[in-house]
């Protein structure tokens, strides 16, 4: 490889993946999504169809770099610029058609993302991916912007490589002359390998997490409450609420999410819900907004108040009504995870 070659590459960070699904070298799973931003986007992607549904094995070419981000990422944003700045390029050069772009939005609704388009002038394509759902068939791919780079081979889009953060203009260009050629996928660290994992779990025994949890039941209960583990099936745990040695129709679930943001924070959090599904409170363990700063009484309480009496399952989360002040992504992905335990209510045991 040209020695400048590889010093872009190696400017770039390659992706801390805690639980990454595909490695360099293997066939990527082949995501799909409801629609393109707008109809003009299908034919930059080389689709024939300017409308509806389509697959990432749909899309014809020899090199295809998907890019996750979210509108309300700092970093994503000053990435955009850059990737325009690259798409545009090659759409007037020899590589077009055989490069393609699709930028995916993880976590963001369509119907938001058309407002930031136009104020940052983009004309690659877009796709929403609101709850999250092609991001997580990656795995736990990290923190956005992430840029994947893959090469069609045996008709099969293949891992060349994957990177986080922002990634220059001439980055852009030295990955893709990278997939282009013949020669083999570089080694980069998988989870453990000089990499930090991008978030952690807490156990349930952890110092403050029970006096929390017995916090979060008796303001749902209404009145002073005890506590105990309870051991589900398919080894999971919850908190279950009791008065005066009874068990009440109330439990609470500790759970993490890791941060999409590359700056930002894991979220930590508990909520109360009943066998019904239906949530009915929320504790915050850590969770922070712009700047890392953790929430506060007011942030909880507005919070507790979007949430209280909605169902798990099916759970939608609406950035203009749902998001505490510059906390929308963290927002976001707590309604996320409660909505993903819907499933725990089968687990509880029968009255």
């Known amino acids: 490889m040209a020695v400048g070659l590889w010093f872009l590459l190696s400017l770039a960070q390659p992706a801390a993946a805690a639980h990454m699904l595909v490695v360099p070298g293997e066939p990527m799973p082949d995501l799909e999504f409801e629609e393109l931003l707008a109809a003009q986007d299908y034919p930059r992607l080389g689709l024939p169809q300017r409308s509806g549904p389509f697959r990432l094995s749909q899309v014809p070419g020899e090199v295809l770099i998907v890019e996750f981000f979210n509108k309300s990422c700092v970093p994503c944003q000053r990435q955009v610029r850059h990737l325009e700045a690259f798409y ?205 700063e953790e929430w506060d009484l007011e942030d909880n309480r507005f919070f507790e108040g979007r949430l209280a009496g909605r169902p798990m399952a099916g759970l939608q989360f609406d950035p203009e009504m749902d998001a505490v002040s510059m906390a929308t992504m963290s927002s976001a992905l707590i309604f996320d995870e409660v909505r993903r335990a819907a499933d725990l209510v089968k687990l509880l045991p029968r009255p």
């Open 88 to 292: 545009q390029e090659v759409a007037r050069s020899e590589l077009a058609g055989r490069v393609r772009v699709l930028a995916v939005a993880a976590g963001n609704q369509a119907k938001y993302l058309y407002k930031y388009r136009e104020s940052r002038g983009l004309t690659y394509p877009i796709a929403a991916d609101p709850q999250f759902d092609q991001w997580r068939r990656l795995g736990d791919p990290g923190r956005t912007p992430f840029s994947l780079f893959l090469r069609k081979k045996d008709g099969l889009w293949t891992l060349v490589n994957s990177y986080f953060g922002v990634q220059l203009e001439s980055e852009f260009h030295a990955h893709t002359r990278f997939a282009l050629s013949r020669e083999s996928v570089p080694h980069h660290p998988r989870a453990g390998e000089n990499s930090e994992a991008p978030h952690f779990a807490l156990p349930l025994e952890a110092p403050g997490i029970q006096e929390a949890a017995l916090r979060l039941l008796g303001r749902a209960a209404g009145t002073e409450v005890t506590v105990q583990v309870l051991a589900l099936a398919q080894g999971t745990s919850v908190y279950r609420a009791f008065r005066q040695g009874r068990p009440l129709d109330l439990y609470a679930r500790l759970a993490t999410r890791g941060a999409v943001c590359e700056v930002c924070h894991a979220v930590h959090f508990l909520f109360a819900f009943d066998s019904r599904g239906r949530v009915l409170g929320f504790e915050p363990i850590h969770v922070t907004k712009v700047g890392n």
